[in-house]
């Protein structure tokens, strides 16, 4: 009978999740996490490498970066149409050969304006980049962002 083994197999799994409880080191694990703080973040971090991270508000966009020897953030109005040009930039690029590369090229470059210049002075001499994005802005492919100049 299905139910008696589904009934067994709960059983032996609280059995060994009551060891896994009794077990000091689990425990610590599990409700003690260690605390990483942006002193630790830096200390792992290489001279050529920086932390991006975004996430926005109904009204604010806000860029915190990490660096070596660097840490702060950027806070700008969030554009009314960003989720829309969001969704036209994969859109176009969903076509393929038949996109509109103008548009593709023109919501790259309005793109690194609101994403990457506000914080690309501390970006300067950095060859690796770990971008954390928000909800939708992880839809960006960011190797396509252009800087206009």
């Known amino acids: 009978n ?5 009934q067994d197999n709960e059983i032996k799994l609280a059995t060994v999740q009551g060891k896994l409880n009794d077990d000091p080191s689990y425990y610590k694990l599990k409700f003690n996490p260690p605390v990483v703080d942006v002193k630790s973040i830096r200390e792992h971090t290489e001279s050529d490498e920086a932390i991006i991270s975004y996430y926005y508000t109904n009204k604010r966009l806000l860029c915190f970066f990490i660096t070596k020897d660097s840490f702060g953030y950027r806070s700008s ?7 829309e040009n969001i ?7 969903d076509l393929q050969d038949r996109g509109d590369r103008e548009t593709v ?3 790259s ?3 690194y304006e609101i ?6 002075s501390f970006l300067k001499n950095k060859k690796h980049l770990l971008i954390i994005p928000y909800n939708e802005i992880s839809y960006l492919p960011f190797e396509l962002l252009i800087d206009p100049s």
């Open 115 to 120: 994403l990457v210049k506000p914080v690309a």
């Open 2 to 6: 299905l139910g008696l083994h589904i």
């Open 77 to 83: 109005l969030l554009h009314a149409d960003m989720m």
């Open 87 to 93: 969704t036209r930039l994969r859109n176009e690029m």
């Open 109 to 111: 470059r309005s793109f």
């Open 105 to 107: 090229s023109q919501l």
